[in-house]
């Protein structure tokens, strides 16, 4: 468990209304990712951030924001949700200085209606 | 072009019987090839971290292999408990600054039949 908490789990929203969820995390880790997970593409990395208010885009960042004030909160934004925009969403952190793994959070189910 | 592959896409197995997860990759230099496994409605479980040709890990009924263009999971002896998604990711040496990306092959979801 690397303690990393995401809220809400759940989220049915209508197209065009804004949606942040937000990632928690209780151990000072650096890296945390935010990943969308969709049938028939696997994981893909929308968002990173390598420290407070440090940020980069990721494979499919179009239509996302990010920020992250603080190290233990990483909030990813949907600005105007579109149905396309439907999936599970997955925050992950990069636990210490040699190891390049990361571990994952239980995920947001986000449906846009 | 998929820079991981995982194959197959679904197994079916008998309790007991031993099999092995592919996972062919094609990034031209490697950091690190990576392994997890996901139940249904849960994050990805990290299980093994590969860094070289030759290594090998292993965790109770699991072994991890690599070679310099593929991985194996192989499944000793299944139990109904080992079924899941088994996820493969590939770290290049260059993921661009800061970002230590990983790169997920669709996964291989697996059934183990009592």
């Known amino acids: 468990d690397a303690g990393i908490t995401q809220s809400p789990r759940h989220k049915v929203t209508e197209t065009g209304t804004p949606v942040t969820l937000r990632c928690h995390q209780t151990e000072n880790h650096r890296y945390m990712y935010w990943y969308r997970q969709d049938p028939g593409h696997g994981l893909r990395l929308i968002h990173y951030?390598?420290?407070?208010?440090?940020?980069d885009k990721g494979e499919v960042s179009d239509g996302y924001s990010v920020s992250r004030s603080k190290t233990e909160d990483f909030l990813l934004t949907l600005e105007s949700a579109t149905s396309s925009q439907t999936s599970v969403y997955f925050c992950a952190i990069r636990q210490g200085l040699y190891g390049y793994e990361q571990y994952f959070g239980p995920g947001t189910r986000l449906t846009v209606t | 072009e998929d820079q991981v592959t995982q194959s197959p896409e679904a197994l079916r197995l008998q309790e007991g019987e031993s099999s092995s997860l592919n996972c062919s990759y094609t990034?031209?230099?490697?950091?690190?090839l990576f392994w997890y496994r996901q139940d249904p409605g849960k994050g990805p479980e990290f299980l093994f971290t590969?860094?070289?040709a030759g290594e090998e890990k292993e965790k109770e009924r699991l072994k991890a292999t690599l070679t310099k263009k593929e991985s194996f999971l192989h499944i000793t002896a299944p139990k109904p408990e080992d079924s899941a998604t088994y996820l493969c990711a590939v770290q290049e040496a260059y993921s661009g600054a800061g970002s230590y990306q990983l790169t997920f092959g669709k996964g291989t979801k697996l059934s183990v039949i009592p």
């Open positions: 951030s390598y420290g407070v208010k440090d940020t």
């Open positions: 990034v031209s230099g490697l950091r690190g």
């Open positions: 590969l860094y070289s």
